[in-house]
Nanobody, 118 residues
Framework: QVLLVESGGGLVQPGGSLRLSCAAS????????MAWYRQTPGNQRELVAS???????NYADSVKGRFTISRDNAKNTIWLQMNYLKPEDTAVYYC????????????WGQGTQVTVSS
C-alpha cells in the first residue's frame, strides 16, 4: 500500500516560516516526480512546487523566492520550506507523487492545514 504522510502544518503569523514534510512509502521513490499542491475551499488544487527525479525544481509564481522544495531519496522524504508566509498561503497542502513509465500513476497524501494569520 502506498502512503504519503504529510506533517508540519499549523498556525503561523504573517512573515513567519513553516517546514512541511512528506514521508513516502514508495518503491523506486527516487524515480518519482514529487510535488506539493494546495487547495482552499471552493477552489481547485494548485501546484505549489515540484521536484523531479533529477532534482529539477519548479515553483508557482506566487511562491518563488519564498518556498523551497527538496528531497532526500535515502529517506523517501520531501520537504517544503515556506518562508515569509502570507495570509494568502493559507490552504490545505497536499503531497503528490507521480511517475509515468508504462502508464501515468499518481498518489496523494491526506493533506496538512497551513493557516497564516495574526
Amino acid at each position: 500500500q502506498v502512503l504519503l504522510v504529510e506533517s508540519g502544518g499549523g498556525l503561523v503569523q504573517p512573515g513567519g516560516s513553516l517546514r512541511l514534510s512528506c514521508a513516502a512509502s514508495l518503491g523506486l521513490f527516487s524515480a518519482y516526480t514529487m510535488a506539493w499542491y494546495r487547495q482552499t475551499p471552493g477552489n481547485q488544487r494548485e501546484l505549489v512546487a515540484s521536484i523531479t527525479s533529477g532534482a529539477s525544481t519548479n515553483y508557482a509564481d506566487s511562491v518563488k523566492g519564498r518556498f523551497t522544495i527538496s528531497r532526500d531519496n535515502a529517506k523517501n522524504t520531501i520537504w517544503l520550506q515556506m518562508n515569509y508566509l502570507k495570509p494568502e498561503d493559507t490552504a490545505v497542502y497536499y503531497c503528490n507523487a507521480e511517475i509515468a513509465i508504462v502508464k501515468r500513476t499518481v498518489y496523494w497524501g491526506q493533506g496538512t492545514q497551513v493557516t497564516v494569520s495574526s
